[in-house]
């Protein structure tokens, strides 16, 4: 059975060399997602030392419904970034389809 840790343990194989941060929770308690960090700067090089003065992405990966199915689709959309980052649009897919976006999108910053 696929659940949203399964998912993030695909993404985590997909992405983990591609930029020096990257952190990955995972939620299946109150409501199914997958909440992807990911900074262009290793951690000891953030001003402050906090994220967020970092060029930083904020990913989630939600479920159509607010429990994972294993044929539900997921959602991919950026929450927040830093301004100079480029943007990525919300969409609809299987999770590989949507772990290949992130990756995709992950590969051009």
Known sequence: MTSMQQIAEDLKNAIQKLQPFIKIDTDDLHCSNVTLRVSKQAKEDWQGHIFQNSPYVLI???SQNRFYQPTDKVIVELVSKHHTLPKLRKYT???QSVIQKIKTYL???
Do not use: K
């Open 93 to 95: 897919g299987t999770p």
């Open 60 to 62: 989630m990966i939600t």
């Open 107 to 109: 590969e051009t910053l």
